[in-house]
């Protein structure tokens, strides 16, 4: 019964962490920051990276949001696409990796310039109170295609 109860606990613990990174998303498209915030730590930290060379990193809910904020006001469109999620669960922490396309659409020279990109995201969750939340996300950008669409 106990190995059963474990068993439970972990496929409760994939759905939930599965469920965070998808709430990220969804939130991301809606530019809803205010509300992505509270998935992360006090102290959480995110780093971004293209070409293997960290381009930024920040660290706590403030300067995280003040990042995103900046970031996403670039953009009229934002959308996700999320891919596979791979866990290791111990106890009440995890690592995982995610991958994700995103697309941003914005306005350049009054044409609308899309950026899309794929995203390996190395996270790092902890779980608090019996909620999962993201202590540390590093964003491989592995690719990123520039062009005007219609």
């Known amino acids: 019964m ?3 109860a474990k068993e439970i606990r972990e496929i409760k613990d ?3 962490l599965k469920e965070l990174v998808d709430v ?3 939130l991301s498209d809606e530019k809803k920051v205010t509300e992505q915030l509270e998935l992360f ?14 381009i930024s990193s920040f660290r706590g809910k403030k ?3 003040d990042a995103f904020s900046g ?3 670039h953009f009229h469109s934002v959308y996700h696409i999320n891919g ?3 866990v290791e669960i111990d106890g009440d922490s995890a690592r995982g990796i995610h991958y994700c396309q995103v697309v941003l659409i914005g306005k350049q020279d009054g044409k609308d310039i899309g950026r899309f990109s794929g995203i390996r995201y190395n996270d790092e969750y902890v779980k608090i109170n019996g909620k999962w939340f993201i202590k540390k ?3 491989n950008f592995i690719y990123n295609d520039i062009r005007e669409v219609k």
């Open 41 to 54: 730590t006090e102290d959480a930290e995110v780093t971004s990276l293209t070409g293997g060379q960290v």
């Open 24 to 26: 990220f998303s969804n």
């Open 2 to 4: 106990e190995t059963q």
């Open 14 to 16: 994939r759905l939930a």
């Open 84 to 86: 596979q999620h791979t």
């Open 63 to 65: 300067e995280i949001g």
């Open 71 to 73: 970031f996403l006001a």
């Open 137 to 139: 996300r590093s964003s």
